[in-house]
């Protein structure tokens, strides 16, 4: 059983937000949602359900078309631009296309997320290596990413979202091209990074990921928040519970 979160404190507050986009494709539905700081949430539900586009909300890449989106104690409907980019210095995203530049090497690729906000050279390299040992891919730190498989590619996309201990992480299908083995060496970074001190939520459709986990679970459908799962894997009725 997960210790409760030290800071109570709700990092992403969602308040009846629909997204629609052009012309009329409603990706997300009324959904209000609370996250507090310390939680490891699993978002789950089948392709187009409307998971990548609830994280793009929290992360500042899309607008709610309705509702409010606070992150941080932050309306982000309220924020200058100025102050959307310092908040997004405090989140780690892994995206599904992973983004990566391919013909920089793995440790550089990791490096650069880190060299924007200044960290010295000798703490750069000392995360990275730490990161690249978690996810077993430290021999590979010199090889350009364009010649991973695409398996170690999300993982270095994954490395990448976490090197600067993030105060809130995005992960949209962080282990869609990983196998068991290497699924279970996320999932054991996400803990790290949960007991440092991050919030993580990660968007899945591979219910195995958290089966079994005492971790809060939510499910979208059709862009709705339909249904959540309780500790003990059965289905519940969505409502209250959630916040």
Known sequence: MPSPPADPRPIVDLVKVTKVYIPDIIALQNVSLTVHSGEILFCTGMSGAGKSTLLKLICCLEAATKGVVEVAGHDLAKLK???????????????QDFKLLPRQSVFRNIAMAMEVVYRPPAEI?????????????????????????????????????????????????????????????????????????????????DRQLFAGSDHRVVNLHQGRLTEWLSENGSMAAYGATLN
């Open 125 to 205: 390299r000392e995360r990275i290596m730490e990161l690249l040992e978690i996810l077993h891919m430290a021999k590979l730190h010199d090889k350009p990413a364009g010649k991973l498989s695409r398996g170690e590619q999300q993982r270095v996309a994954i490395a990448r979202a976490a090197a600067n201990s993030p105060t809130l992480l995005l992960a949209d299908e962080p282990t869609g091209n990983l196998d068991p083995e290497a699924a279970g060496w996320v999932l054991d970074l996400f803990e790290r990074l949960r007991a440092a001190g991050s919030t993580i939520i990660v968007a899945t459709h």
């Open 81 to 95: 631009p100025a102050a959307v980019q310092q908040l997004r210095q405090q989140i780690g995203v892994a995206y």
